[in-house]
């Protein structure tokens, strides 16, 4: 994260787009380079590092997996993937591949600048690191993942290993989606990815356990075809505002 103000790299191939986007965000004390392809979308992170990559997937020539795949490789850039919509495989695969986060097209202006913030925000956390005690909390919940204790009001709720592992890993990655595959992969083993029936039951129950209503949950939530969020932005019922703090 560069000291000056945050550089966006704005990757799309619709000039008006790119216009818009860059307006929006010059207007709020953003530095922004724009590239209608990716070869140029490349050779701007390279000359000039980005603070965050907006990366559209339906770019001419390189697409935008291939795009995300060369700047994996040697960048860790925070990169919020700009999607159509009818398009969950190919998403789903850039957040395999390394996105952080993603946004459907039409979006508007209020959910980009918030999925901004929240990339710049993690971004600064990595850099600063997050200290011997991180603590995300949710009104009275709680979640200590240096002890891999989850309280509320106080009270320790117990949860299973398997719910236990699940909520550890939404909240190493809090506001960002992690997709079913990831899920899968890190609790149950390498050689899972399609079992979502798995994470459906297990999401359920730890709703539940967590006082996060099943029917509209406010904590952990669906990205339909996707996988899972856990929100610390959101209002919870009754449950006042959310924080994170040292994550």
């Keep these: 994260m560069s000291a000056s103000l945050p550089r966006i790299l704005v990757v799309d191939d619709e000039a008006g787009i790119r216009r818009f986007v860059r307006a929006n965000l010059v207007a709020r004390g953003h530095e922004v380079d724009l590239a209608p392809d990716g070869e140029r979308a490349l050779e701007a992170a390279a000359l000039h590092p980005p603070d965050l990559v907006l990366l559209d997937l339906m770019l001419p020539g390189m697409d935008g997996l291939e795009v995300l795949r060369r700047l994996r490789a040697w960048s860790d850039v925070p990169i919020v993937v700009l999607s159509a919509r009818g398009e969950d495989q190919i998403k789903v695969q850039a957040l395999d591949g390394g996105a952080d986060d993603y946004l459907t097209k039409p979006f508007s202006m209020e959910e980009l600048l918030a999925r901004v913030r929240v990339s710049l925000r993690h971004s600064r956390r990595l850099a600063v690191g997050a200290g011997p005690n991180p603590v995300l909390r949710a009104g009275d919940l709680t979640i200590d993942l240096a002890r891999q204790q989850v309280l509320r009001a106080g009270e320790e709720i117990h949860l299973t290993p398997t719910e236990l592992a699940l909520l550890l890993y939404l ?35 730890l709703r539940r356990k967590l006082g996060d209503d099943p029917s509209q949950p406010w904590l952990v939530i669906t990205e339909p075809g996707t996988g899972y969020r856990l929100l610390t932005t959101a209002q919870g019922s009754g449950e006042g505002s959310k924080s994170l703090d040292n994550l």
């Design 171 to 205: 909240a190493r990655h809090a506001d960002r989606v992690v997709t079913h595959t990831s899920l899968l992969q890190h609790v149950w083993g390498r050689g899972y990815g399609q079992e979502t029936q798995y994470l459906h039951v297990h999401i359920g129950n």
